[in-house]
């Protein structure tokens, strides 16, 4: 997005006073084209800048000739360009200082309203200084070669005279040499390199900054064409500053020469070594024995290495990160002494494709098959230590055949050897990812960050994993801030200033819980990711927020209000909170028994909430049939294609409120039987979904002993009346509703049999499923005996 349609939709009073001599209209014909020139870096009034301020105006001029011809205001266009013309012709720095002052006013608008400025607008500022400091160098090039050419024509005498000038100069400049003498040129072309140089090597770790946030989930531009570009530009005219250094070396003088070739060797050197990089990282969490994938690219491999009777190969090696460390601090130029793990297929040949001119090894099939476990320090786990793999190659590059051992090493990996801690491992690659600096040591990162900070992490990964453009809310992260610390008393802005530790994230487990924070935060990203992306997207659900705060909001809604929230005590649960009326008006807050992915993946969360008769209004006040009406399934109808009557399942709840009612089966008016009677049950009548019931399949009923607290119990036979008994046997006394582990009537007092359940039918369509909440009823009877 450009600056100016940002501006153009202020308010003009904020910006009018900023077009005078450069009029409004202009401005807006020009748009994204002025911005994407270097106005800003053209500092100063030497001949570089001078020729820079023209090439600027005739550029404007051409950009507006071509708008004229397809633009409806071609005379007012013709008329801008003979104002240019004749006002900046002889004096383009004056138009230069004047787009300068229009664009810095426009940003200064539009940090005053928003505080800050989109990062495309940085990324393409770094893109013209770098642009503009390489054309001052091929600038400063050329004026070395015409003034080397003067030298070479110079009398012996004279260039005499030039060195012993030289050489007291230095001694009081200590070699900041001013004027327009060759010494002088090439000592200010050497530092203009180096300057270009660092910032090659500042955007080569921007970069891979940006590949370690897109593990977490950032957005990555991973197009290495144009640094590859940068690094191939800065090379050609560090081979042509070479050259020109080398042939006037014998006037430049030993101690001089020798140094400034020291210095051009070192530009090189870090050139070279730092175009060498993992272009697709290995997996961050490695389970052994599993196998995996990655590249590196050279990007100077296309331009300078030499055609060799062997392949250059690239080999691949497990290193800890207390190794990483020392090759860190040795600069990447020593030689790995022991390998840490064992990789299969960990060489590969570093390729060379001319279509593309890249330089590349990639790594299909490698395969970790064991891993050494280094010394763990304090309490840290095997999910807590970091290792990486190490690439290496030797190869000989440029007209020299200059020898170089290239080393990259990956993102930070955890090794995992089971499933189960893939979870931790996770969280480890997580932090690390986030909060590691940019130029580190391996794998140094922060103990404590701020809490802001990891709020912008866990959004980011939320909506890197859910893949859905709506992230956390403030009251999200409000909720989070309670849980991670523990406080459920305190305010919003109580938590703007505070650190979250490492141990918080994922060490401690939480107060009352089995887990850690990171352990259940990954559950509910799983099971959104899985399950509920399109409700989240859709913001049906709330979902981060306390069962108690769901108390408030819903206690003065009407009957039927529900909301969906993340479960507070389940890992990788979903629940349904809905308010339900007793008898006597009173508001009660119900929250259904949590949902995981394998029960949604059974009958999914949309269906779950149609077939519930008691969920009205989603919160606040939207009817559930709008809100969920495109989430529900279409469920079938009458006979499939094979003549089968189609069935459907379908969930209840039992809430409170009926689990007061009488149990199924049993009449309210009925007075309750003696000890010794039967009590009759119904069966369901087994009935096709949506249709009448199944011809011949009548209710049947089972006779259900009542138990006896001192005597016998009466068994029917097979085949007698319903009161006639062939024998009575004793039966222990059990409490009203028999517990789980209630036992059935003994073949003998004597002998007990192994105990076993009766269950008992609920009286339920056969298209549906008994209810969420009842369990089927064991043991005797529920009915207590007196």
Known sequence: M?????????????????????????RSLLADWLENQPWEFITGADSFCTSAAGALLSAMVEKLRSLAGGNGQQCQVLQHISNLENTYRRDPLRLVAIVKGILEGERAALLKRDRQLPLSFHRRQEELKFGLDLQRLQHRVGEIQVLQERWKQMGEGTRACQQ???QESQLKTEGKLQGNDLPALILEAMKELEGAKLQVLKRLHIWKRQQQLAGNGAVFEENLAPLQKRCENLVDIYFQLQQQVVAVGGELGSDLLSRLLERLNSVLSALVESSFLVEKQPPQVLKTQTKFQASVRFLLGARLLQASAKPYVVKADMVTEKQARELALGGYGTPLSESTGEIVHNTVALEINSTSATSCATFKNMLLKKIKRCERKGSESVTEEKCAVLFSTDVTLGPGNLPFHLQALSLPIVVIVHGNQDNNAKATVLWDNAFSE???????????????????????????EVQTSKGLLPEHYFFLAQKIFNNSSASPEDFHNRSVSWAQF????????????????????????????????????IGFISKQYVSKLLGQKPDGTFLLRFSDSEIGGITIAHVIRGKDGSIQVENIQPFSAKDLHIRSLGDRIRDLAQLRNLYPDKPKDQAFGSHYNKEQMGKDGRGYVSTAIKMTVESERDQKLPPPGVSPSRPTPRPG???????????????????????????FPVPCPDGPVPVPRPGRGQHEHSQCLPFPQQPPYAPSGAREHHDHPATPRPQRRLRLPVPVAVSQPAPASAQPLEGICPIPCP
Not at 525 to 533: E, N, S, V
Not at 682 to 700: E, N
């Open 2 to 26: 450009s600056l100016w349609s940002l501006v153009s939709h202020m308010p003009p009073e904020h910006f009018s006073s900023l077009f005078g001599e450069f009029p409004c209209d202009l």
């Open 164 to 166: 012993t000038k030289l």
């Open 506 to 541: 994922n060490k401690e487990i939480l107060p009352g819980r089995g887990f850690t924070f990171w352990q259940w935060f990954d559950g509910v990203l799983d099971l959104t990711k899985r399950c509920l992306k399109s409700y989240w997207s859709d913001r049906l659900i």
């Open 438 to 464: 940019l130029e580190r040591v391996p794998f140094v990162v922060a103990e404590r960050v701020p809490w802001e900070k990891m709020c912008e992490t866990l959004n980011l990964r939320f909506m890197a």
């Open 677 to 703: 009677e039967h009590v009759q049950l119904a069966r369901a009548t087994p009935r096709a979904a949506h249709g009448p019931p199944v011809p011949g399949a009548g209710a049947r009923h089972v006779l």
